[in-house]
């Protein structure tokens, strides 16, 4: 059984930082894509940041110059270092990890940002 742990939300001033962590464990051989995903209220899920097997990465134009997505292949783990946070980056953030057979999502981990 696969499980995905994530970690690291919190309230936070703006302008601050908080760093996500998701580490996989169970029968997961093969790692594709990682990716962080979140959820405002009342908002679709939107794709924050992902990187590939290769390293490759790519972000939303809300985040790029601020969030920092990288992964420890030996470790199966993602994390997401976000800076400079704002008010408008509050939602509950989500790990996604592609696998050849099936896609993991991790459980959320709520990051607030007051103003």
């Known amino acids: 059984q696969v499980q995905l742990v994530e970690s690291g939300g919190g309230l936070v001033q703006a302008g601050g930082s908080l760093r996500l962590s998701c580490a996989a464990s169970g029968r997961i051989y093969s790692i594709n894509t990682m990716d962080w995903y979140r959820q405002a209220p009342g908002k679709q899920r939107e794709l924050v940041a992902r990187?590939?097997?290769?390293?490759?990465?790519n972000y939303a134009d809300s985040v790029k110059g601020r969030f920092t997505i990288s992964r420890d292949n030996a470790k199966k783990t993602v994390y997401l270092q976000m800076n400079s946070l704002k008010p408008e980056d509050t939602a509950v953030y989500y790990c996604n990890v592609d696998t050849p057979l099936h896609a993991y999502w991790g459980q959320g981990t709520q990051v607030t940002v007051s103003s």
């Open positions: 990187i590939t097997s290769g390293g490759s990465t």
